[in-house]
């Protein structure tokens, strides 16, 4: 419809200590809804897509039910109130940085602190439209590795980029 989509996060107010945020505007940049989302805890939203009946927000969560942060992904309806929140991740930190929408389901990627490397590794994981983990993947190098953007390939596949530490102290992009 001409309108915006903007996904973040606030202190400002909300629910907690810091809560995901969205806001959904008309095609001047009007205000048609806001929305936080979360707990008493830190919560940060990092991407938003529209669907055909809906939203879905992902981001990060440090009240994580599997231990430490989680990535956390948020469906909701057309006017933005929550359908349902999943919650992925390993007993360590897992902090989602990128999201794609697939026909069947969506993929977060990010980097996980217990999924591969103490150091940290690109992390992704897979699911049905559910919101229900089809599975996960790490990804790099011994030294650190994370994931800013994922994305579907037409034969089925995903691009994984971000970046990759170096025995050197550098940094060095990351792409699979």
């Known amino acids: 419809d001409g309108g915006y989509l903007v996904a973040g996060s606030t202190g400002s107010f909300g629910n907690g200590a810091g809560d995901m945020y969205v806001v959904r505007t008309d095609a001047l940049g009007e205000p048609l809804w806001t929305h936080v989302y979360g707990g008493i805890g830190v919560e940060q939203g990092v991407a938003c897509r529209e669907l055909a ?4 927000l992902a981001g990060s969560t440090s009240l994580g039910v599997h231990g430490g942060y989680d990535m956390v ?6 006017n933005g109130e929550p359908l349902w929140t999943k919650n992925y991740g390993t007993a360590e930190w897992d902090l989602c940085y990128a999201l794609d929408v697939l026909p069947d ?12 490397q103490p150091s940290g590794s690109a992390y992704a994981v897979r699911t049905d439209l559910n919101g229900d983990t089809i599975w996960t ?9 994370e994931c800013a953007g994922i ?9 994984v980029v971000g970046s990759m530490a170096t025995a050197n102290g550098l940094t060095d992009g990351f792409f699979t």
């Open 53 to 56: 009946d809906g939203y879905v």
């Open 73 to 78: 992904l948020v469906r909701t309806d057309v």
């Open 105 to 116: 389901g969506f993929i977060l990627g990010g980097l996980s602190y217990g999924a591969g």
């Open 137 to 145: 993947q790490a990804f790099g190098g011994p030294l650190g590795t």
């Open 151 to 159: 994305r579907a390939t037409s034969d089925g596949g995903f691009i």
